[in-house]
T-cell receptor, first 115, second 114 residues
């Protein structure tokens, strides 16, 4: 079965520093991968998704992710963190089950940005 | 315009009570979901409906009963509430036709059982 693993429940960076949030998936076929962001007291919103058209995917708010099949990874990066990036980030994959696709989430990584 | 809306936003109730959460989407999506987010932010799928038909029913106590009157609405009724039901419940929708179509979430209902 496919699943995603997010390494690090918390990541702390200084404002202006590189952001790297890790996500590894387990699958034998190209998966349907997503990154979502959750700001406090809000629902999740899509940052970006892997479409197989390109391995480097650009999303909103300056975030991007690179699909690496050899490493089964889909890490999220941003060159320069901003205070407003502080939020919970979720990697997700659509699991195939009985003809349906079940969106399944990693356990999330809390991004803390220090001034 | 709110795409996926849930009501109420907060729900505080006592053990043993019955409560409902309502969800509506105006995106024209054919598939809707309920997710439960616990205190550690873990998101677990509970149910999914496609065109009013139940297609996913994870191991959820049968005190939880979803109902979809039409494809734009998916409500969640909870009987005999327990302390462990305290969580944030999220409704979401997506278009089933595209495998990589993303989920659109409501802002959640924070349920507190005392």
């Amino acid at each position: 079965a496919q699943s995603v693993t997010q390494l690090g429940s918390h990541v702390s960076v200084s404002e202006g520093a590189l952001v790297l949030l890790r996500c590894n998936y387990s699958s034998s076929v190209p998966p349907y991968l997503f990154w979502y962001v959750q700001y406090p007291n809000q629902g999740l919103q899509l940052l970006l998704k892997y479409t197989s058209a390109a391995t480097l995917v650009k999303g909103i708010n300056g975030f991007e992710a690179e699909f690496k099949k050899s490493e089964t990874s889909f890490h999220l990066t941003k060159p320069s963190a901003h205070m407003s990036d502080a939020a919970e980030y979720f990697c997700a994959v659509s699991l195939s089950s009985g003809g349906s696709y079940i969106p399944t989430f990693g356990r999330g990584t809390s991004l803390i940005v220090h001034p | 315009d709110t795409a996926v809306s849930q009501t109420p936003k907060y729900l505080v109730t006592q053990m043993g009570n019955d409560k409902s959460i309502k969800c509506e989407q105006n995106l024209g999506h054919d598939t809707m979901y309920w997710y439960k987010q616990d205190s550690k932010k873990f998101l677990k799928i509970m149910f999914s409906y496609n065109n009013k038909e139940l297609i996913i029913n994870e191991t959820v106590p049968n005190r939880f009963s979803p109902k979809s009157p039409d494809k734009a609405h998916l409500n969640l009724h909870i009987n005999s509430l327990e302390l462990g039901d305290s969580a944030v419940y999220f409704c979401a929708s997506r278009s089933m036709g595209q495998f990589n179509s993303p989920l659109h979430f409501g802002n959640g209902t924070r349920l507190t059982v005392t």
